[in-house]
């Protein structure tokens, strides 16, 4: 059964019926209107991802929920890629993702069709474990579980030393084996009980029907160790050769010893979201009926009184009731400098009080605070998987057997070229220890957790790996212009009544037709009428044009005036004859102001004068474009403010092209066609009218001073409205992907090499068994030379001066 949205009337479940029948193996469809479901009957070999396909394709949408796996049991790239297709053959499943790095399955399922318990289930079924994450705790590998694994290491080491040791004085010209029977004593505790993770893991994954690094690293060393058995029993102590008891316990103290390390790296990787959980307060002192008293921070509620001393951290996102001090919100928005806050401002839960009291009332507690929300995006972008993994997870599901037919031909090869069976066990055995399906799979997430995290650190929060990678090919970055590139707090800088009106009475007039409206515009009309002592007038029948201006009907000395208030567009439309005043809106908008016409289209149609309206250009916003040239990036602002006063600013930063007069809905039109011309473009905006053209961007970029709606279509947030950021998060997008390349070139260049050398007989087991070893580790550890990554150096320019004043879009 899906449960689907969006179904009005019986045409709709006509619409709905239609498309699911028409999935190839749908036998049967009934779709409710009553239930807002449908009931289909298919062969097992229908996937719901189609079914949800083709009702998305009839205009409607199947409702979607998505659920977190903690995973363990999970020892490479091949063990990822098996999972995935276990999880994905659960009904209602409509796709998964498994990230090695942080073992954890992200599961995209039907609301309704497939539980929890199911997916588990399939987890155990293909031979690992799988639970639900702790509520309120961050998804990341701990800490203290990255050194459980110590013991085993430091166990086999000691076990495994005494065998080493005459290996290594060998060339030496020293022979000092020592008795057979403690060669074996020394290594059959490392094979059979150190070693044993590698036998359950591979038998568990050969019961699935695939193969896993468990089962090269089983085999190599039991080839070795029986071997070596073998020979012993068969030619007895008096006539023994050299054994390999010692390369089967040294391989496996290596790759132990890699694989604790390997644990230790990731873990790092998940730094910035340990630290941003750290900034959580346990407690808060809250303030009911006069008295101050501590409570958990989860028996808060929103409304509450919290009162925050100095020095301690804000518990709760809320508003300064009482108390005036300046706050720490470094870790948040990447900010160095405290913010100052008094009352009615907002503050953020996890940042630092400076020195004053402050009383706060809560406005959002748990798992809806901003630093929360943080958090799970964080985590959301480091789970997801690259574009590219794709190719890396085709390579990774044929490597182990493709590894194993090249082990078996290694084989036969030797032993037909040399008639040497001993020999020939040999060489297959490292090939099997040197292939690493590890590095394949530690390779992209690894680097991308790293990228994510320190993005987060300085501000800039990257919601999705398919942004973080796609970024480092910008070419173009586009800007809206208010609110943006300009602080969008617009003045009423001038007012030009037509011959017949005084200049209060225009901004009578004006004023009372935007006395509801939360408009930039609005806004600067109606302070200045305030602050003029201007009586406002009784208005009715208010309504927005988009992109135009606004209608309203005010009454007028017992007249009732119908008003239109915008754009030289509107007035066009309306039939307005502006041409007494156009000379004086040409010099102001040649000067850099943006001009809003006032018309009566009641009875004969008449202007009754213009406003003009001036924006502040956001300090270090020529800084941040000059940056963006010298990454070699073409700037464009994209705007729906007249021409002279985008001219205006576009030379004020040094931006390279103006597209100016676009309606909203027509900005992801002109982001389409900067795409059609070939450019790679970004779009940083704030506002509602931002959302589509964020969305149709290659990269949507938003300002956290702006909407939601804009956050939320942008895979890029910018945590302050420092447009330097903008720069920061292309930079960082290029060093991530830079990684990312470098990862992934050694992880195939290595296991190629590997593989023809140990092949071609030119590596032991020892050897082959520390290079695999170090291959995951230096692939992480790579990934972690991202961390030396800082801000884009600022270029010393001058700043733009408070006096300086610019349009705003009408």
């Known amino acids: ?368 605070t901003a630093l929360s929300r943080i958090i799970r995006l964080v985590e959301h972008a480091q789970a997801a998987k690259a574009p590219i993994q794709r190719l890396v997870d085709k390579v990774a599901a044929v490597f182990v057997p493709a590894v ?61 790996a398919e942004a973080l990678e796609i970024a480092h090919r910008i070419t173009t970055v586009a800007f809206d212009k208010t609110g943006t590139l300009t602080e969008g707090r617009p003045n009423l800088v001038a007012q030009v009544p037509a011959s017949d009106l005084e200049s209060d009475e225009l901004l009578r007039l004006a004023a009372s037709a935007q006395a509801g409206s939360s408009h930039p515009l609005a806004l600067a009309v109606t302070q200045e009428a305030q602050r003029r002592n201007v009586h406002l007038l009784a208005t009715d029948a208010v309504r927005t044009l988009a992109g135009r201006g606004m209608a309203a009907t005010v009454q007028r000395n017992g007249a009732m005036l119908d008003l239109r208030l915008g754009s030289t567009r509107l007035m066009d439309e309306a039939g307005v004859d502006v041409s007494s005043l156009l000379a004086q809106a040409n010099q102001l908008e040649r000067d850099g102001r943006t001009v809003s016409w006032l018309a009566d289209v009641s009875g004969k149609k008449r202007l009754l004068g213009l406003l003009a309206f001036g924006d502040r250009v956001k300090p270090g916003a020529r800084e941040a474009i000059q940056q963006l040239h010298a990454l070699g990036i073409r700037t464009v602002m994209v705007t729906g403010d007249n021409v002279g006063s985008a001219q205006a600013v576009a030379k004020e930063l040094g931006i390279d092209h103006v597209v100016a007069k676009v309606l909203p809905e027509n900005k992801a039109e002109t982001i389409a066609a900067l795409k059609n011309s070939g450019a790679v473009v970004a779009m940083v905006g704030d506002g509602v009218n931002d959302a589509p053209a964020l969305a149709a961007a290659d990269v949507g970029i938003a300002m956290s001073t702006g909407t939601d709606v804009a956050m939320h279509a942008a895979g890029i947030t910018l945590m302050r409205g420092d447009l330097a950021l903008v720069a920061d998060a292309i930079d960082l997008s290029r060093q991530t992907w ?45 990934a972690l030379l991202l961390k030396r990554w800082r801000p884009v150096r600022r270029i010393p320019t001058h700043r733009a001066r408070s006096s300086e004043v610019v349009g705003v879009r009408a």
């Not at 022979?175 to 009980?193: E, G, I, K």
């Not at 140990?758 to 995951?776: D, E, T």
């Open 738 to 782: 830079s990684k990312i390349r470098q990862n992934l070139f050694w992880a195939f260049a290595y296991n190629v090499v590997g593989i023809a050398l140990s092949a071609l007989g030119f590596l032991n087991p020892v050897i082959a068994g520390a290079a695999m070893a170090a291959s995951s580790v230096s692939v992480v550890s790579n």
């Open 404 to 464: 194993l037919l090249v082990a078996l031909l290694t084989f036969i090869g030797w032993w037909i070229a040399r008639g040497d069976v001993e020999n020939a066990i040999i060489i297959a055995v490292t090939v099997l220890v040197v292939a690493c399906p590890c590095s394949l799979g530690l390779a992209t997430p690894t680097a991308i957790m790293a990228g994510t995290g320190l993005g987060a650190q300085h501000g800039i929060l990257i919601k999705d």
């Open 1 to 368: 059964m899906l449960d689907i949205d969006g179904m009005t009337c019986a045409s709709c479940v006509t619409r709905v019926e239609s498309a699911l029948a028409s999935v190839p193996g749908v036998r049967n469809v009934s779709v409710s209107l009553a239930t807002e479901s449908a009931t289909v009957e298919a062969v097992p070999d229908v996937r719901p991802a189609a079914l949800a396909a083709a009702v998305a394709k009839a205009g409607y949408q199947v409702h979607e929920t998505e659920i977190e796996l903690v995973i363990e049991g999970m020892t490479c790239a091949s063990c990822a890629s098996r999972l995935e297709k276990a999880l994905d053959h659960v009904p209602g499943v409509l796709a998964s993702n498994i990230n090695l790095a942080t073992e954890r399955a992200s599961v995209r399922l039907l609301m309704g069709v497939a539980e929890p318990q199911q997916l588990t289930a399939a987890v155990e079924r293909a031979g690992y474990r799988a639970r639900m994450p702790e509520a309120g705790k961050a998804t990341t590998l701990t800490r203290s579980s990255a050194w459980k694994d110590a013991w085993p290491v430091v166990v086999a080491a000691l076990l495994s030393t005494p065998l080493l040791v005459p290996m290594i004085a060998a060339p030496l010209g020293v022979h000092s084996m020592l008795p057979v029977w403690l060669q074996w004593l020394l290594a059959t505790p490392v094979q059979f009980w150190l070693g044993a993770r590698f036998y359950r893991a591979g038998w568990k994954a050969i019961k699935a029907g695939t193969a896993n690094m468990d089962v090269l690293v089983a085999l190599g060393t039991s080839a070795a160790y029986g071997l070596s058995v073998y020979l012993w029993l068969a030619r007895g102590s008096d006539h023994m050769p050299d054994l390999y008891f010692d390369a089967a316990a040294v391989v496996i103290t290596l790759i132990l010893l890699g694989k604790w390390l390997e644990a230790r790296a990731k873990r790092h990787t998940a730094d910035a979201i340990r630290a941003l959980e750290k900034l959580r307060p346990d407690t808060a002192r809250i303030v009911r009926d006069g008295i101050e008293r501590d409570v958990a921070v989860s028996d808060v509620h929103v409304g509450d009184l919290v009162s925050v001393r100095p020095g301690e951290r804000v518990p709760v996102d809320g508003v300064i009731a009482a108390g005036a001090s300046q706050l720490d919100e470094s870790m948040l928005t990447g900010e160095s400098l405290p913010v100052a806050k008094e009352e009615g401002d907002p503050v953020i839960g996890g940042s630092i009080n400076g020195d004053g009291l402050l009383r706060i009332t809560t406005t959002a507690i748990g798992a809806e």
